[in-house]
């Protein structure tokens, strides 16, 4: 692992930091006006530019500067084209100074560091989209001759560039809503307000995610069939890389693209069978959504409810914790936990003429008082049973329909079964129901992948029928006819028969045998 030069950031510490920082952009502004050196008055002027308006004499300005050469992100050199009239002028105008491979390392280091701090981070499905644009491009650029190298690199760099800007976005974003997870916001209006717009934005980024991620992987395959190790080769003679001393910065450059590359495959169709981590975002995405959506019913229930059992029993802990006297505590405890109201005082005896009316209520027997009225407040009132229903004919109805979707099935199958591999025009005419299930296998087959023999295999979804399509051989159209209109696509070649290698639907057919003797 490469490490970072310990003096390298030396210069965003101590007293001095704001105007180290602030020298250094100053060159790094220079640097984009092409300006490689800059003497005393240079740096001064460039200061005002980046927003240094403090007061700056010489001798603190040189004394900066000394501190940039000694910690090697400056380079100091002579000025020997220039007259000078004084020694002090000599001393202070002869020197000029440029930033180091060490310096510009530093201010690009310091200027990304606070861009991320100051980003947000988001999820944006124009970038997959721009990423599936510019690989349909590389597709094109690899068919055309040597004129388009240029165009290649360009299109491979604009390419790298979405991917890295996709990366950086999610990771910020991911890490933001990781943060917004834990917080505990102390304006709850406030707090409720964000975590409802991120599961409305999550939600919004989640529509169609897999089949855009499908589609850059399939994008990512077409141009590896071209030929990726080619199409780099031509990237690099577009980028007309200048000599340098010392080693060739070929290899270097092919070795970025190449991790590169990996890095989009391992978002999109990884080599190693594992999950894309388009995918795992989508997980991602999902669990968060889940959780806000808990927190969010937390905070409404909390807001529902003016307090709880658990407040009231604090409250009521430091009552008894202030009482003066051991009477005052009886008496909070009973009021906190005596009875309630006599709720059972309308209540009377079954018979009341069997109690006579000059006998004491203490003497007289006790009123039965139902549970449910000291749970509910209501009595309990006994009527007659109700009626069971004769669900005979409704239990006919359901099998009769049951008996009829599996006759419906039967035949079906029955229509779509094949001895062996057929064309997809061999079929014909199809009734609806047919028509519908063999477009629900052509879907599943035609969305899972290819084994070793070129063949796509899928079954429905209860397991009982499999189909094994394998490409069309030429140019031919296949024509399916129904009442609800016709399906013109590829010849495909097509083996319907029962999940497990078996030639016929036996149950399928014995169902339908049952409904026509039925």
């Known amino acids: 692992m490469r490490r970072v030069p310990p003096e390298m950031f030396r210069f965003t510490t101590g007293e001095k930091a704001d105007l180290n920082g602030a020298v250094l952009e100053a060159f790094g502004v220079a640097g984009e006006y092409l300006e490689t050196t ?23 300005l040189h004394d900066a500067l000394k501190r940039l050469v000694r910690w090697e992100l400056l380079d100091v050199v002579h000025n020997h084209a220039e007259n000078y009239r004084t020694a002090a002028e000599y001393e202070q105008r002869n020197l000029h100074y440029s930033l180091t491979r060490r310096g510009e390392a530093a201010l690009a280091g310091l200027r990304h560091a606070l861009e991320v701090l ?41 390419l790298e560039g979405h991917l ?9 974003f991911n890490g933001q809503l990781q943060r917004l997870l834990r917080a505990e916001g102390v304006d709850l209006d406030v707090f409720r307000e964000v975590k409802a717009a991120t599961v409305a934005y999550l939600q919004e980024f989640l529509v169609n995610l ?17 030929g990726i190790a080619v199409l780099r080769e031509r990237a690099l003679r577009g980028a007309e890389l200048p000599p340098v001393p010392g080693e060739d910065p070929a290899a270097g450059w092919l070795e970025s693209r190449r991790a590169r590359w990996a890095g989009l495959r391992a978002w999109f169709l990884p080599d190693d069978g594992a999950r894309p981590r388009i995918e795992q975002l989508h997980d991602v995405a999902r669990r968060a959504i889940v959780s806000l959506l808990q927190v969010l019913e937390r905070i409404n229930e909390s807001r529902r409810r003016s307090s709880s059992a658990v407040q009231d029993f604090r409250e009521l802990a430091r009552w008894f914790a202030v009482a003066p006297e051991e009477d005052d505590l009886h008496r ?6 005596g009875l309630g109201p006599a709720r059972h005082a309308h209540l009377a005896h079954p018979d009341p003429e069997l109690i006579p009316s000059s006998q004491s209520w203490f003497e007289a027997p006790p009123v039965e008082v139902s549970a449910l009225l000291r749970t509910s407040g ?8 109700g009626k069971v229903r004769n669900v005979a004919a409704v239990r006919a109805e359901r099998a009769e ?60 979804g209860d397991g009982r029928v499999e189909i094994a399509l394998s490409p069309p051989p ?44 039925g």
């Not at 690989?135 to 068919?143: H, I, K, P, Q, W």
């Not at 399939?218 to 069939?225: F, I």
């Not at 909070?332 to 936990?337: E, G, I, N, T």
């Not at 209501?378 to 049973?385: G, I, N, S």
């Open 210 to 226: 897999d089949r855009r991620g499908e589609t850059v992987a399939a994008a990512v395959a077409r141009v590896e069939e071209r």
């Open 164 to 172: 890295e800007a996709l990366v950086e976005n999610t990771k910020a």
């Open 378 to 385: 209501r009595t309990e009132r006994f009527t007659r049973t």
């Open 38 to 60: 800059l003497g005393l008055d240079g740096v001064r002027e460039r200061l005002r530019a980046v927003g240094w308006i403090a007061d700056l004499g010489d001798e603190e």
């Open 332 to 337: 909070l405890w009973a009021v906190a936990f």
């Open 118 to 158: 100051a980003s947000t981070g988001a999820l944006q499905t124009a970038v997959l989209e721009a990423i599936t644009d510019r690989l349909d491009e590389l597709t094109v650029l690899a068919g055309e001759p040597a004129g388009a190298d240029r165009r290649i690199f360009s299109t491979l760099r604009e």
């Open 474 to 517: 030429d140019a031919r159209t296949a024509v399916l006819h129904t009442e609800k209109g016709m399906l013109t696509g590829p010849d495909y070649v097509v083996h319907i028969q029962a999940a497990g290698g078996a030639s016929a639907f036996p149950s399928a057919r014995a169902a339908m045998g049952r409904e026509e003797t």
């Open 401 to 460: 329909r049951a008996r009829a979707e599996r006759a419906e099935l039967a035949r079906a199958w029955q229509e779509l079964e094949t001895d062996g591999p057929v064309r997809l025009s061999s079929l014909g005419s199809l009734d609806p129901a047919a028509f519908d299930r063999l477009l629900d296998l052509l879907g599943r087959a035609l969305a899972a992948p290819p084994d070793a023999g070129g063949l796509r295999r899928a079954t429905t």
